[in-house]
């Protein structure tokens, strides 16, 4: 995290906006990468039963995270790569929420990720190092 405020809950509270219920929403609040959000949210879906799990981000995203979601999910994440000549044309949208809900209001549990994790240990999160890959499985 790099601000005081949780992106999941960001996003969700962006989702409900867009007219998703709450109740369809579901957060991962544990990643500090983007492959540690696959893998929490992969673990989510799958002890909630779900049968199909996707991935939306830019295109260039998505193509740094297909190696690691073949090597390491076995292909078990769809991608849904959002162009940005697509994402461009809902700007009419004009969306505006107040973050406040996810804004972490204990400063003490609030650490600015470069101050938690130094230069490397942060590559290694980029790259999925960090994953408690034993203690969990993928299957």
């Not at 940005?84 to 400063?107: E, F, G, H, Q």
Request: aromatic share 14%; hydrophobic share 35%; net charge positive.
């Amino acid at each position: 995290m790099h601000t005081p405020y949780q992106e999941a809950r960001v996003m969700g509270l962006y989702a409900q906006q867009l007219g998703i219920p709450a109740e369809h929403i579901f957060y991962d609040t544990c990643a500090y990468h983007t492959t540690e959000n696959l893998y929490y949210s992969y673990q989510m879906a799958k002890a909630k039963g779900f049968q199909k799990i996707a991935v939306a981000s830019d295109i260039y995203q998505c193509f740094f995270l297909r190696p690691f979601i073949a090597r390491k999910l076995q292909n078990r994440i769809d991608q849904l790569p959002m162009r940005k000549d697509t994402v461009s044309a809902y700007r009419y949208l004009n969306l505006c929420i107040d973050p406040t809900p996810a804004l972490i209001t204990n400063s003490a549990e609030f650490i600015p990720l470069g101050e938690k994790q130094n230069y490397w240990k942060r590559m290694k999160g980029t790259l999925g190092f960090n994953i408690p890959w034993k203690e969990a499985s993928v299957n």
